[in-house]
Structures are given as C-alpha cells and as structure tokens.
Nanobody, 120 residues
C-alpha cells in the first residue's frame, strides 16, 4: 500500500521559515520524481518545486518563479523523505501544500496536504 504523508505545516509570520516533510512508503522512492504543489482558497493547485529521481538518486530541482531564492526542495533517499525548506515567507504563500510522487505517466500518488498560513 502506497502512502504519502506530509508534515510540518503551521502558522508562520511574514519573513519567517517553515520546513515541510513528506514521507513516502510502498514505492521505490529513489526512482520517483517528487514534487510540492500548493492550493490557495479559490485558486487552482500550482507547482511549487520538483526534484528528480532515478537510478543514480536524482536531485535536479525546478522551482516556480514565485518561490525561487526563497524555497529549497531536497530529498533523503535513505529516509524515503522529501523536504521543502521555506524561507522569507509571504502572506501569499498561504495555502494547502501537497506532496506528489510520480514515475512516468502511469504512477502518481498524492498526500493529503498540510496547511501553511503566513500571517502576523
């Protein structure tokens, strides 16, 4: 059974930091590309950051323009976990953040989401 579980969300002040974690089980984690997405109220889900997987461990990253220089995605294949370090948080970063695990076009799994609220 595949499980993708996010943690680490919460309330942060503008300019503050949070680190999200996503633990995946039931899949060959190192082979999977991992991504963080977010959905704010009344808006569509959008890509935040991705990190590749692969037989050599992956590690190439991409970011949405809105988070470049502030967020960092990383993975620990030994722990089957992907992280999203979020710095210099802004109120517009407020959203439910979702973890995605994907391998090709056939295999894709989502977590249940974790709420991030940036407010003073």
């Amino acid at each position: 059974q595949v499980q993708v579980v996010e943690s680490g969300g919460g309330l942060a002040q503008p300019g503050g930091s949070l680190r999200l974690s996503c633990a995946a089980s039931g899949i060959p984690f190192s082979l999977y590309a991992m991504g963080w997405y977010r959905q704010a109220p009344g808006k569509q889900r959008e890509l935040v950051a991705t990190i590749t997987g692969g037989v050599t461990g992956g590690g190439s990253t991409k970011y949405a323009d809105s988070v470049k220089g502030r967020f960092a995605i990383s993975r620990d294949n030994a722990k089957n976990t992907v992280y999203l370090q979020m710095n210099s948080l802004k109120p517009e970063d407020t959203a439910v953040y979702y973890c995605n695990a994907g391998w090709g076009a056939r295999f894709e799994y989502w977590g249940q989401g974790t709420q991030v609220t940036v407010s003073s």
